[in-house]
């Protein structure tokens, strides 16, 4: 049992390169969300989706993309990488509503 | 959008002391979560408050959902080198189907 797990650990792209971050649960879970952390930010929610083929934004959408084919996985993809993009990536998830969410190890993205 | 106001923003303390950290919004919440994070790594739910008045332990860590809804507080008793990290509070909204983060407090503990 894995829990969450995302990918890659560490990116590095150039301004106007597109990549998807990848996340994965093995817990079942029908709620998984995507969040950003930046230096005395918090998490911020920028998608979230209750469910397979549901999704929906959070505070900071902008320049974000997600779909959600599948109970397990739900990628996100960034459709042409900006500097304000540069940040740490937690996906999360959790069996029911937004409660008790369980964390991936994050992705740490740099955009140059 | 909502926000939870978490202080203090960073803690700096003995080995053995107690520590005390709270969140408090405008907006009333039906759930108060409490995280940890370790340097490199993801948020860990350290504890879960779901009605007004709760007070839930883990160990040596004591969190209460506050009476009036609005607010919540962790603490932690006799820290150890251990207890250093980011600690988080999250609520969510009756209704909402999101969490909102407060900034986070950032402990450190001098041996």
């Known amino acids: 049992n894995a829990g969450v797990t995302q990918t890659p650990k560490f990116q590095v792209l150039k301004t106007g390169q597109s990549m998807t971050l990848q996340c994965a649960q093995d817990m079942n879970h029908e709620y998984m969300s995507w969040y950003r952390q930046d230096p005395g930010m918090g998490l911020r929610l920028i998608h979230y989706?209750?469910?397979?083929?549901?999704?929906d934004q959070g505070e900071v959408p902008n320049g974000y993309n997600v779909s959600r084919s599948t109970t397990e996985d739900f990628p996100l993809r960034l459709l042409s990488a900006a500097p304000s993009q540069t940040s740490v990536y937690f996906c999360a998830s959790s069996s029911s509503r937004a409660d008790t969410q369980y964390f991936g190890p994050g992705t740490r993205l740099t955009v140059l | 959008g909502q926000q939870l106001n978490q202080s203090p923003q960073s803690m700096f303390i003995q080995e053995g002391e107690d520590v005390s950290m709270n969140c408090t919004s405008s907006s009333i919440f039906n759930t108060w979560l409490w995280y940890k994070q370790d340097p490199g790594e993801g948020p860990v739910l350290l504890i879960a408050?779901?009605?007004?008045?709760e007070l839930t332990s883990n160990g040596r860590l004591t969190a209460q959902f506050g009476i009036t809804r609005k607010d919540s507080f962790l603490n932690i008793s006799a820290s150890i080198p251990s207890d250093v990290g980011i600690y988080f509070c999250a609520g969510r909204i009756q209704g909402a189907q999101k969490l909102v983060f407060g900034q986070g407090t950032r402990l450190t503990i001098n041996p």
């Open positions: 408050l779901y009605k007004a008045g």
């Open positions: 989706s209750v469910g397979a083929g549901i999704t």
